[in-house]
């Protein structure tokens, strides 16, 4: 079982409810790996208690960047006029250069060089690891390279090795935390889900990022279930907030400054010993979800 937690704008608290969901699962219902699909900036695992022990670590080498030879290269400016991605700076007289940034690897100024000068190479994407956290729980985390491309595709990796790692150690469910946004990472993320958590706050950057999740995830034919997060900081407009999305309300998350104390303290806040509201709330969260689940 896989379920995405997604939001359509960062900041709602998406690590937060995975981090703690993930460490119920991993009590009562058979176990989790979860996977930290936000390559761009992946916190999951210091959610989680940091590393308390690397299970591997491996680059990944996916992307593509053009490079000139110099020695064949005459200075005629093909290259140039037929990028379309302004990765190429050339001023006549001399020689072009790749600004490999913006480099997308298409091949196009290859194909006119008539001195055969330009070669597409294999460039470092980013790499992948699983650890085990202070907490117990495996994160599969990818992370992107500066201004790199294909975070689709590391996501896509992440969790085919979260889905291995799951099955060697008799782990039952995969939780993944997804980026924000809709971007290529998001729509990796959930494609071949089984469920979808889409959490929300009640404000309107919130609720119309949710719209455009929510439209996605229809494209997958994904089940959807809202979860409002911080929703006593306007009562009224969270109860609106599932009519407008059409979406049955698994669970709504107080705002508590406890929550600020558990991020700080690196401590998912279900492992506290005393009781809070927040704590309470997820719980209730985790109880309504393995109910549902079970039909």
């Known amino acids: ?55 591997w670590k491996r680059e990944i080498w996916e992307s593509a960047k053009a490079s000139i030879d110099y020695n064949l ?42 001195r055969n000068a330009i070669m597409i190479e294999k460039t470092r994407t980013g790499q992948l690891s699983a650890v085990e956290t202070l907490y117990g729980i495996n994160v599969v985390t990818g992370d992107l390279e500066v201004g790199g491309r294909n975070s689709g595709e590391i996501v896509f990796t992440a969790r085919e090795e979260a889905k291995k790692l799951a099955e060697k150690i008799g782990k039952r469910t995969i939780l993944i935390d997804c980026a924000p946004g809709i971007g290529c990472p998001v729509v990796s993320s959930l494609s071949g889900a089984d469920l979808l958590l889409l959490v929300v706050e009640p404000i309107p950057q919130s609720l119309q990022g949710a719209k455009r999740i929510l439209k996605l995830a229809e494209s997958f034919r994904l089940k959807t279930y809202c979860i409002l997060n911080k929703y006593d900081l306007n009562e009224e407009y969270s109860e609106k907030i599932p009519e407008e999305l059409g979406l049955e309300m698994i669970g709504k998350i107080p705002y508590d400054e406890s929550v600020v104390e558990s991020y700080t303290m690196m401590r998912p806040i279900v492992v506290d010993s005393g009781e809070n509201p927040v704590k309470t709330s997820l719980i209730n969260l985790f109880e309504n979800l393995t109910e549902e689940l079970s039909k």
């Open 1 to 55: 079982m896989e379920i995405a937690v997604a939001s359509g704008k960062g900041g709602t608290g998406k690590t937060f409810i995975t981090s703690n969901l993930a460490i119920l699962f991993d009590r009562e219902e058979g176990g989790a790996v979860a996977v930290d699909a936000d390559v761009e900036a992946p916190d999951l695992a210091l959610a989680l208690g940091g590393e308390r022990r690397i299970l």
């Open 73 to 114: 290269c005459d200075g005629c400016g093909k290259c140039f006029e037929v990028c379309a991605f302004d990765a190429i700076i050339f001023e006549k007289g001399s020689k072009p250069t790749i600004i490999r940034e913006f480099c997308e690897g298409c091949t196009a100024c290859m194909k006119v060089c008539p």
